[in-house]
């Protein structure tokens, strides 16, 4: 089977310095590559990649464009989607998990080049349509059409300038007039404004607004969605009651309209009530269309999931970026060697080094893989349930679990490639702070996926609250298998090092799951005494909870996320496509991964005697700068079955030719007016009669 | 004593909702900003920033300016500065140490406004200065008047394309002529032009350029500096022969215009030489004015220690800063509350942020004071090696160890901004993502701190390097104190947690210094034995020394300037100027800081024994929970006691008045553009036989 493998359709790289690393790797980078993505996924982001690249509308501009240029380029951009055919029409015949593949695929191909037009589209057409789909009914099918087909500017206004993570307080009022049949939507002051709503700025003419729904009885019946006309589509000017502006610019994504807007007692037709779980008839009495609207409205709220899905996505690419950024710049750059006269030395052959950027590189693999297979489970899961009438009912477990895993995942992999970009920026010395590197844009672009779709700090905790449910219940429901290893709990917690390597030696694959299987269930004891405690001395559930977070909650979930990402890396890496050139580089990548986690985790494991002495650590530590040495052959190779193409990674220190000081040659004599005396000249001279010299 | 404290200049805060918080706190927070800055430095900050918020020159413009205009705005304050009358004139008449403390005192106040002017002003008046001190002579004493004076525009044209940290390697060379009496300067190619050089890109004319010296016998002298023309300060035109150019935009900073240049067999004059340490005679014979002129370069290079320190004392204001964005808006943000109808919460009361922000707002009030005791032992120093005649020669000593000092703390200080940066701005939510909230530009301009001046991971060797020489050698030369504690090292290394505590309660003052004495010497034990296995295995002293970095030296750096901060602030809190009331805040701040910094060494706690099982680690961390609590209500005013005026604070989420909303609402309301329709609308507008809604 491995040989019938077609990699034909991967572009070569190009010959320069960095072939004498590539000569060295004992690998097909090629047939790595489809390793850690779908060979479908792949020839989508290769072709849109060309498509892209071929098209003036998206080359980056050669000087940095105001927040006002850049949100005019990605409002262009949008509107030449509908144009570049990305999409066969053929598309919308298929099934939602393959559908959903191919529209992801274009969009991870489409943030690496422009994340702001990445994420307008998510918001204005994929978290819109998703919500339309959850909550609408069939009058509301021509927006979603409209919207699907880029006919209408869209956006969700949920967040309040006073309430994000807290979408239960959100002020918002929708109160029914039976008179004109008419819902009122009203903000009652500015802390209620609906705020930070992307594509809301300059150009969105519809919003998906959530407000409480008041009957004209004055009984509040909670948050639903209303369909709210903000902007006229032919003048783009706001209606009257409509206050809508643009909240300015941002740290990044300025490409990006991020919006306010304050209702004044503003009318919108009975019929824009998204309708699916309640409805309010023409007199203005309320219906529920199922007995537990709390849990539609939670279903329907699942569905931003396809949000933090993506968001993963485009996390683990930037990941992959930064960590090809810092690999190949440091395969180049030579600093110091042994004696004053002794030829210089590539830095990537210091251990400091390798230990500073490899393990990003080691994260970007593993993490890749594990959002792979939790994209891929949790569309079956979706699909699944589209499938079966009775919806989400039957498979509430399964979609508890999801959750579980995907609300630990994007905070692993955000603060994975938060920190990667960081140390790459370092590791790239002064060079790395040139804009021209692509190290400032990666930050400030991927810096609010940490805090949106979920704050990283609140998302987790929707995971540790699972698994503290599944160690305090009778019964485990995980359906996934991911807590399956909870059942054991008392032979895991009476291992311990010493025991362990007895039957399973510090550099099995086993050993690494063993020791997070322990870390695990210790601090699921640990957290769940403390709060029985804390709540059996009269404290207040939600106190108890929000107390065993330091130290205890946060490692919990933290450390699930981890062996679930490294147990799908286990998982690919037994698929029958894996030879065995790529089986061993794929296991040191597993053990510089593994090693690293438990490096940051080594304290909980002497707290809880799971290890005493030196041993333990000094192994853990050995082998991974072992590990790490042994994968600097092999490392450039492995960049290179991560990285986009030059054109979309887009850093003037990492191309694929690795002739770094050319390219940067290049990049300082040709940018506009390098080498021109500033328009101002004259504005700043110092008057000859003060200058002697 | 204590009474006799005139804090009447410190302007009051205003009135707002932070007062609810402002009343809690026991002490005068006047009181305590004393504690953290002289008096003397503090008038002369409020003086400037009163003057700055005067100057239109210097109000933040409204909207992001392009780099251009950046540069230009920057180059016209250079130029404005002349006449602001910041610095007295009977300055000049008072000692070193007086003098530069007031120059220090200027640049933070105008860092903390304008970071960039406060570099370009750093290394072209600074720096530059510095250097011909050091390395120039009478003959150049005009160029030395005229940069102070700001008649001319200078910059230090060291760094080249491919040689940062290791300027042993520099290329460029200055090859003398006798037959006219000048030195050719040359750059050899594009990997030897001068890059990243400050002030370089646009506007300087001098260029202080370091070069190999060649006499015309061909002998290479090695690295002198060079006072090299490049541009006609009557046109700013390059002379023929230096082709120098703009390196375009950088990640933050833009203010700067950093250049390159590439010199083609350029001529100077003779005397253009900096020739204090060695000359060349008109007919090219080399001259030494000193037997040993390495040691001497070396001194000319220690000059640069004044720039670290200045990067320390603006980074721990950018820690500061950092820290006040976070504490105000944690006072005034609500999320969530105990039931869905209670009341919600202002998030600093949850443990979880606490934890968070707390230790950075400890940071930087430990590492302020420490950044004060650091600048002034320099200071003392650099005056007493003046007034010797036989300058640093018999001070070796002490400057080795102020050297490692600052080689530790600058990396110390500059990373915890970094991260209370990052950790502000995700503490901040959404809103902290606003450009307006300045987390953003903090980050930006920050960044090159952690490398530039010594990159971090460099320079910290510099500190091991000399622990490890006092560790081996038989003499302790440690006249300053910091390594007298190695002195006691077998006690040292025969203490354990628990004979510890039996005298040392965990929440003494004395065990955090304990504990970190025995962290010190077992890293240096550790990572000492681990060299000489190395060598005496046949590893060459340069790979020996590489090997032993991650996990040992540099551990061993970090620990060594984490406890001289703690040492020095103990120092301070001991001083008559502080009352009790001060004492009890100070105390809470010093645990902080403390235990958080001894969390974060665990693992090596328990890796060399000092502890085992899970007292140590539970006491640390219930401990600094316990402290961050308790630090609660003090923290606001503990933060207006670090803060810089609003104006200069420049964070639209933590103005001093805590009107977070009405502040934001004004921001979001008044923005250029807010409400209007954006200029390019027609250019995105989709077509009305399109758009059917």
């Not at 494991?605 to 050995?622: K, M, P, V």
């Given at each position: 089977m491995a040989t019938e493998i077609d990699t034909s359709f991967i572009p070569d790289m190009p010959q320069g310095p960095l072939c004498e690393y590539r000569k060295c790797a004992k690998f097909d980078w090629k047939r790595l590559r489809l390793i850690f993505e779908e060979e479908n996924t792949l020839r989508i982001k290769y072709k849109v990649w060309k498509i892209l690249e071929a098209d003036p509308l998206f080359s980056k501009p050669k000087t940095a464009l105001s927040s006002d240029e850049q949100k005019r380029l990605a409002a262009m951009q949008m509107n030449k989607m509908a144009h570049l055919n990305l999409i066969p029409p053929e598309l919308s015949q298929r099934g939602y998990l393959e559908k959903t593949m191919y529209l992801m695929s274009i969009n991870e191909a489409l943030h690496t080049v422009c994340?702001?037009?990445?994420?307008?589209?998510?918001?204005?057409?994929?978290?819109?349509?998703?919500?339309?789909?959850?909550?609408?009914?069939?009058?509301?099918?021509?927006?979603?059409?409209?919207?699907?087909?880029?006919?209408?500017?869209?956006?969700?206004?949920?967040?309040?300038?006073?309430?994000?993570?807290?979408?239960?307080?959100?002020?918002?009022?929708?109160?029914?007039?039976?008179?004109?049949?008419?819902?009122?939507?009203?903000?009652?002051?500015?802390?209620?404004?609906?705020?930070?709503?992307?594509?809301?700025?300059?150009?969105?003419?519809?919003?998906?607004?959530?407000?409480?729904?008041?009957?004209?009885?004055?009984?509040?019946?909670?948050?639903?969605?209303?369909?709210?006309?903000?902007?006229?589509?032919?003048?783009?000017?706001?209606?009257?009651?409509?206050?809508?502006?643009?909240?300015?610019?941002?740290?990044?994504?300025?490409?990006?309209?991020?919006?306010?807007?304050?209702?004044?007692?503003?009318?919108?037709?009975?019929?824009?009530?998204?309708?699916?779980?309640?409805?309010?008839?023409?007199?203005?009495?309320y219906e529920s269309v199922f007995s537990e609207p709390g849990k539609i409205l939670g279903a329907a709220l699942e569905s931003f999931s396809a949000g933090r899905i993506g968001i993963m996505q485009e996390a683990a690419n930037t990941l992959s970026n930064a960590a090809v950024i810092a690999v190949r710049y440091a395969a180049i750059r030579k600093q110091f060697g042994q004696e004053k006269n002794s030829p210089e030395i590539p830095i990537i052959n210091y251990q400091l080094h390798q230990w500073r950027i490899f393990p990003y590189l080691a994260a970007a693999c593993v993490l890749k893989v594990s959002v792979l297979e939790l994209t891929k489970t949790y569309l079956k899961i979706v699909e699944k349930s589209q499938a079966d009438s009775n919806g989400f009912e039957l498979l509430?477990?399964?979609?508890?679990?999801?959750?579980?895993?995907?609300?630990?995942?994007?905070?692993?992999?955000?603060?994975?490639?938060?920190?990667?970009?960081?140390?790459?920026?370092?590791?790239?010395?002064?060079?790395?702070?040139?804009?021209?590197?692509?190290?400032?844009?990666?930050?400030?672009?991927?810096?609010?996926?940490?805090?949106?779709?979920?704050?990283?700090?609140?998302?987790?905790?929707?995971t540790s609250n699972w698994l503290l449910r599944q160690w305090n219940n009778d019964h485990l429901e995980s359906p996934i298998g991911t807590a399956?290893?909870?059942?054991?709990?008392?032979?895991?917690?009476?291992?311990?090092?010493?025991?362990l390597v007895q039957h399973c030696p510090v550099d099995s694959i086993e050993f690494v799951i063993k020791c997070y299987e322990w870390l695990i269930c210790w601090l699921l004891n640990k957290t769940s005494t403390k709060m029985k405690v804390a709540t059996s001395n009269g404290e207040h559930r939600f106190d108890a909870r929000n107390?065993?977070?330091?130290?205890?909650?946060?490692?919990?979930?933290?450390?699930?996320?981890?062996?679930?990402?490294?147990?799908?890396?286990?998982?690919?890496?037994?698929?029958?496509?894996v030879t065995p050139e790529l089986k061993s580089v794929l296991n040191l990548l597993y053990f510089v991964y593994g090693y690293w986690c438990i490096d940051k985790h080594l304290t909980?494991?002497?707290?809880?005697?799971?290890?005493?002495?030196?041993?333990?650590?000094?192994?853990?530590?050995?082998?991974?700068l072992a590990k790490c040495s042994l994968l600097?052959?092999?490392?450039?190779?492995?960049?290179d079955s991560i990285a986009p193409p030059d054109f979309a990674l887009n850093s003037v220190i990492a191309r694929a030719d690795g002739l770094l000081?050319?390219?940067?040659?290049?990049?300082?004599?040709?940018?506009?007016?390098?080498?021109?005396?500033?328009?101002?000249?004259k504005e700043v001279l110092i008057p000859p009669t003060k200058s002697k010299l």
């Open positions: 994340p702001s037009l990445s994420v307008k589209i998510a918001l204005g057409v994929g978290l819109f349509n998703n919500a339309l789909h959850a909550m609408g009914t069939e009058r509301h099918k021509k927006y979603y059409d409209a919207a699907w087909n880029r006919e209408i500017v869209t956006c969700m206004a949920i967040t309040e300038v006073a309430h994000g993570s807290n979408t239960k307080s959100i002020r918002t009022t929708a109160k029914y007039d039976p008179q004109t049949k008419e819902f009122i939507i009203h903000t009652p002051d500015f802390e209620a404004a609906k705020c930070w709503i992307g594509n809301l700025g300059k150009t969105a003419t519809v919003a998906l607004t959530f407000a409480n729904l008041y009957t004209p009885d004055g009984v509040d019946h909670g948050l639903h969605g209303f369909l709210v006309p903000v902007r006229n589509p032919q003048t783009l000017q706001a209606y009257p009651g409509v206050l809508v502006g643009d909240i300015g610019d941002k740290i990044g994504l300025n490409g990006i309209d991020n919006g306010f807007v304050m209702f004044s007692n503003y009318r919108i037709p009975r019929e824009n009530l998204l309708n699916r779980t309640g409805d309010v008839t023409p007199d203005g009495a509430t477990q399964i979609v508890s679990e999801v959750h579980a895993l995907i609300s630990s995942s994007k905070p692993l992999i955000t603060w994975t490639a938060r920190d990667a970009i960081q140390e790459a920026r370092e590791a790239c010395g002064g060079h790395g702070y040139l804009k021209a590197s692509n190290l400032g844009e990666l930050r400030n672009n991927h810096d609010p996926s940490c805090t949106y779709e979920g704050d990283n700090n609140v998302l987790g905790q929707q399956n290893f909870l059942l054991q709990r008392n032979e895991i917690l009476n291992s311990n090092f010493d025991r107390n065993a977070q330091v130290y205890g909650a946060r490692d919990l979930w933290r450390a699930y996320a981890e062996l679930f990402a490294l147990r799908s890396f286990i998982k690919r890496c037994n698929q029958p496509d909980t494991f002497y707290q809880g005697n799971f290890a005493s002495g030196s041993q333990f650590a000094d192994l853990i530590r050995e082998k991974l600097k052959d092999s490392s450039v190779s492995i960049a000081y050319q390219n940067l040659q290049n990049e300082f004599m040709t940018h506009p007016g390098a080498f021109e005396r500033p328009s101002w000249w």
